[in-house]
């Protein structure tokens, strides 16, 4: 049965009274991860807004097992709980590797890469505020061009993302997944379809940061909405080298027209110094990437769909 805002377990994890700031996209989405995973997981985590909602010892607003471990490490502290498991041959748990963008896409790229190339049996979530948010907002491998951060004061970030959902992907994974915590409902199904998966699995979750990006706190699920309607973020999965496109995206998909990126930089001050050409520069990234997922969702349709579609 596919979850809904009815039949959601009330069950919570992350607990009320979390030091994250007020309409933090990271801590909803958390939220879910763990209602996903029935709270039967020990989760690790590197230095990052991730830490500071956990809290300082020994105070917790959390009531599952978290592992700090140093920044670079995220991949090879859940290879080591994993490790820890099979030897003392517990069951039912499942491994949680939980890292920001700059500890995934940057820092912590080469223990992830390792541990997935070793097929490594935990789930590895990268929750993306698009810059180094705990520490003020540095550019990370994962800042949109245009972008304006305390690394980048002025004009702003010049280059485009790097795309980490492929670049794990790459990997040959047997689970793939991009969510968004604007849509907590796809991301709790993507978290609970993998904790039947074997091997690393790898989520990239979308979570939009009120004062990192400058947009009212309460603005948080419709900056997160707006980035998935202008096609900024595709809701996405693969499994087993299967690619579908999920949720809002896959209406989108069906309707055929995205909300120009505009609407999508004007909500927010980060973008305050964006110029007319990286306007039209993002525009046309935006445009080439959904072409890209949209050829490869047609190219796995069924072949049914054609049959049905012939005159
Ligand atoms: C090796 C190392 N370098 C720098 C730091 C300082 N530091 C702590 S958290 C953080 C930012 C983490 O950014 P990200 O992974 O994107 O997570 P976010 O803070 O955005 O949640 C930095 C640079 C550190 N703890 N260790
Ligand atoms: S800085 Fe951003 S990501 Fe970090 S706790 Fe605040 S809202 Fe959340």
Redesign the pocket.
């Known amino acids: 049965m596919k979850v809904n805002a009815v039949n959601l377990t009330e069950t919570e994890y992350a607990l009320p009274g979390n030091r994250t700031c007020p309409g933090c996209a990271?801590a909803l989405a958390y939220r879910h991860i763990l209602k996903a995973l029935d709270g039967q997981v020990i989760v690790t985590v590197p230095?990052?807004?991730?830490t500071v909602l956990h809290g300082m010892y020994p105070i917790t607003s959390v009531n599952v097992p978290c592992v700090n471990t140093?920044?670079?490490s995220t991949g090879a502290s859940a290879t080591g709980l994993v490790a820890g498991l099979r030897a003392t041959g517990k069951k039912g748990i499942t491994i949680l590797a939980m890292?920001?963008?700059?500890?995934t896409h940057d820092?912590g790229i080469q223990s992830l890469s390792g541990a997935a190339e070793r097929q490594e049996d935990f789930i590895y979530i990268c929750y993306d505020?698009e810059?180094?948010?705990?520490?003020g907002n540095q550019r990370?491998g994962s800042t949109p061009l245009g972008a304006i951060t305390g690394t980048t004061p002025v004009l702003g970030k010049r280059q485009n993302p790097k795309d980490m959902a492929a670049i794990m992907e790459a990997h040959c994974l047997p689970y793939i997944a991009t969510a968004n915590a604007s849509y907590p409902l796809d991301l709790y199904e993507k978290v609970r379809k993998t904790k039947g998966i074997k091997g690393t699995r790898f989520i990239h979750v979308f979570t939009p940061c009120a004062p990192g990006w400058q947009f009212p706190y309460s603005d948080t699920i419709k900056i997160g909405q707006l980035a998935v309607e202008t096609g900024l973020v595709v809701l996405y999965e693969v499994e087993d080298d299967v690619f579908r496109l999920t949720s809002a995206s896959e209406s989108l998909a069906q309707k055929g027209k995205l909300k120009p990126v505009r609407e999508y930089l004007t909500e927010q001050g980060r973008f305050k110094n964006v110029t007319e050409e990286q306007i039209a520069q993002l525009q046309d990234w935006v445009n080439a990437r959904w072409q890209c997922y949209l050829a490869r969702a047609a190219s796995l349709q069924p072949a049914t769909d054609i049959t049905e579609s012939a005159p």
Request: glycine fraction near 20%.
């Open positions: 990271l230095a990052s807004c991730l140093p920044f670079a890292a920001g963008d700059g500890g820092i505020n810059g180094y948010m705990n520490t990370s």
